[in-house]
């Protein structure tokens, strides 16, 4: 997921234009920043290439998350149905806006079970929070019925499956509201930064005060004169990170179509194992393609081909979600032993300190047989063959079990 790749003299050129007048602050200084308006343009580029509505900048993925919460009035006492597998920034949000989070399986998809969902619905469930890992999707079309059905907010967390869609539409604009990430490893990135995504008015309005101290910001080129309807905090992007983005996302199609091809060639070639099997995907059409992900019969042969990787220095883009101290429950140790620096709310840390004895065998028997290869836009054909050879020997020694462990 890797805009970081093709990093150049777009990037240089949209920075630049901040350095040249100093103004490296999104609002105001309306003379000296001559016209230059970065983050404006980025919201006004992203809501034209993703088909939203409204989208507001974040200074990270996290304070999207958290600001779309918080417009969405998600709070105290809510609870919020979210995913075992996803990067720690999906609970850490949850929990900033004083949530509860309620950990549910995933299926195949990576993403959550609607079936999962449907059975952890309480009458203080408040959201469910699909996140599209790794480049593909959930179920949207089940997630949604789910949500209508139960008068739910849908809030999408896209911050790794920019560009993907489902049936169309892209996927961060298809809820309530959804996020992206546009951190350094995203496919694209402004360094630092993160946008909210929504059709509502009401929301984005929101999102645009409470990033910004509650500013309403319509005091004109006087932000003394903004009046404050709620309190806020400061989620604000720099200029300088939407310089880059703005460069980025000029790119992302290209980047896209590379990452397409180059899932293609590999999957192609690790496929011809029959062992192997895939992700379900949703809409295959839709997928980002920022990895493959794909699965061996059990966690004994993959953990084989783990070892067998490392023993040979290869193992170096094949991600082990299940054994990751990030994105599995499994090692969120300091989210189980409701680790917080300050005290908290005495419903959430038992919450919390309830996941250290509930056990997860659904998602288990997904993650422990998972392995998703990032794409890299940088590979050439010769290297993706070479690559994939290699995977394919690996997988069939653990699968023959002379794995270096065995
Ligand atoms: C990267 C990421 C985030 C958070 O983004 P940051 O910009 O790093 O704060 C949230 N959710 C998921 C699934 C992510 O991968």
């Not at 200084?29 to 230059?36: E, H």
């Not at 990270?60 to 609870?79: C, F, K, R, V």
């Not at 469910?128 to 179920?139: K, Q, R, T």
Request: charged letters at 20%.
């Amino acid at each position: 997921m890797p805009g970081f790749e093709f990093w150049g003299d777009e990037e240089r050129k949209e920075v630049n234009d901040v350095l040249e007048t100093g103004i490296l602050m999104r609002y105001g200084f309306d003379g000296p920043r001559k016209g230059i308006w970065k983050a404006k343009e980025l919201e006004q580029e992203i809501c034209k290439k993703f088909g939203s509505e409204y989208a507001h900048l974040t200074s990270s993925g996290t304070s999207a998350l958290t600001t779309a919460m918080a417009a969405l009035g998600i709070g105290h006492g809510d609870e919020v149905i979210m995913p075992t597998f996803t990067f720690v920034a999906s609970f850490e949000a949850v929990l900033s806006v004083g949530a509860t989070p309620v950990l549910v399986d995933v299926d195949e998809t990576l993403t959550l079970d609607p079936k999962a969902v449907e059975l952890a619905i309480t009458p203080k469930t408040k959201c469910i929070m699909p996140v599209h890992m790794c480049g593909s999707m959930a179920d949207m079309d089940a997630l949604k019925n789910i949500c209508d059905q139960h008068d739910l907010v849908l809030l999408e967390d896209a911050c790794q499956s920019i560009g993907a869609s489902y049936k169309g539409r892209m996927l961060g604009t298809i809820g309530h509201a959804g996020t992206f990430s546009f951190d350094f490893v995203k496919t694209m990135t402004c360094g630092e930064g993160g946008v909210v995504m929504t059709n509502n008015k009401d929301v984005y309005t929101k999102c645009d005060g409470y990033t910004d101290h509650g500013h309403d910001h319509l005091g004109g080129a006087d932000r003394g004169a903004d009046l404050h309807p709620f309190i806020g905090y400061n989620y604000r992007i720099s200029e300088l990170h939407a310089a880059v983005g703005l460069a980025q996302i000029r790119k992302v199609d290209h980047f896209l179509s590379i990452q397409k091809r180059n899932h293609q060639l590999l999957k192609q070639i690790i496929s011809q194992v029959p062992e192997v099997t895939f992700r379900a995907v949703p809409d295959p059409a839709g997928d980002s393609c920022t990895f493959l992900s794909w699965f061996l019969p059990t966690e004994e042969i993959t953990v084989a081909f783990v070892e067998e990787m490392k023993a040979q220095g290869i193992l170096a883009g094949n991600f082990y979600w299940y054994k990751n101290n990030w994105h599995y429950i499994s090692k969120w140790d300091h989210l189980k032993n409701a680790d917080f620096l300050n005290s908290q709310s005495h419903d959430i840390t038992e919450k919390l300190r309830s996941y250290a004895s509930q056990s997860f065998p659904a998602s288990d028997q997904v993650m422990s047989r998972c392995i998703s290869t990032a794409i890299s836009l940088m590979w050439t054909d010769e290297q993706i063959q070479e690559k994939g050879e290699k995977m394919v020997a690996a997988i069939s020694k653990a699968l023959a079990g002379q794995s270096v462990l065995a």
